[in-house]
């Protein structure tokens, strides 16, 4: 299968070129530079020449809190350039494979979210990305919406990447504990996209690795799998002042550090971290996240895909990959057997 990636420089679409090369397919992964999706003429001429089979749908504005402010710029990503894709693709009888979100829900439902329930998104982003959907299946013949959600790989910001940051400078480590959803790494989620796009079970799937936590849990997961030694501060007060540090335009990121360090390099005498839980009113963002926003992964289950691993076997598997591709070797912290 030939297949055409948009977004191939972000975090999914690296994977995707990982697991389309290691599955054997033709890869044309396509990053920002090559491919710019608000354009239209450019879009048509890139598949018009490459002609795959089909395309997944990676590339999109996914700075959730910026989005409040860029909305225009949000649309012209998520929604004119999903269209410029998709028509481009239906042209050439490519199938289209959309990434979509579970920022599509506003997470009021305390039971996880099927592919049939009715999206209701709290902010641009999600709003961007729900037209979007809508985009696909109203140009597209031959489509796949594929919802996903706390995505996190060895490569770009991510959660993940910012904890182990945050570990490494020490302190006081604030991290939500009220968003509830199901951390997915991106390898995982490639592999079933591609294993999706070969076939013709066309439709709206929810895709995650399973299992349900909060930011803090995986928080929690992330330190004890990099061999931190880990301290609950339940009822202490912050100290300092709560920051969201460099990492606030990354999309997901729900944690922040009371007491930002000198920056200095890890040593073991900082493997001892605090954490605490907290709140998100405690922690303020441009952007509202859906408070519970776990997929149930029903239709991948009917469909006869098997559901993606746990999480922690997933979170394991990153992690060591991160120890490997670092400058800094974290595979002295990973817990052995
Ligand atoms: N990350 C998550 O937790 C999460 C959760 C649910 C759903 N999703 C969805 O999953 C998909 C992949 O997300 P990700 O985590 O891989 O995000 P990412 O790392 O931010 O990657 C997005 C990619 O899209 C590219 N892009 C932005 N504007 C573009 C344009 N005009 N033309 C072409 N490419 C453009 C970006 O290029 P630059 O690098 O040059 O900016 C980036 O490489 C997205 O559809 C996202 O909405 C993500």
Redesign the pocket.
Known sequence: MKVLV????????QSLAKVLVDMGHQAVV????D????DGVAVQRMLAAERPDGVI??????AVDQAEEQPELAY???VA?TRNVVLAAEAMGAKVCY?????VFDGKSRHPYTESAVPHPLGVYGGT?LAGEQVVQSFGSRWFVV??????SSV???FVKTMLRLGRQGGMIRVVQDQWGSP?Y?LDLAEFLVQLLATERYGIYHATNTGVCTWYDFAREIYSLAGFVVTEDIDAESQGEVRAGDDALA??PSASQGQPSSGRLFSESLSQIKIQPCTTADFPRFAARPAYSVLDNLALRAEGFSPLRPWQEALQQCMEELAQTTEFNWLRFIRKG
């Open positions: 948009t977004g191939g420089g972000g975090q999914l679409g396509c990053l920002r530079g491919l710019d999706i608000t749908h990676a590339g999109a504005y996914t012209q990503v998520n350039g990434v979509s979100t579970d920022y990305k919802r996903t959600a706390w995505v996190y770009g910001k991510n997915t991106a999309p997901y």
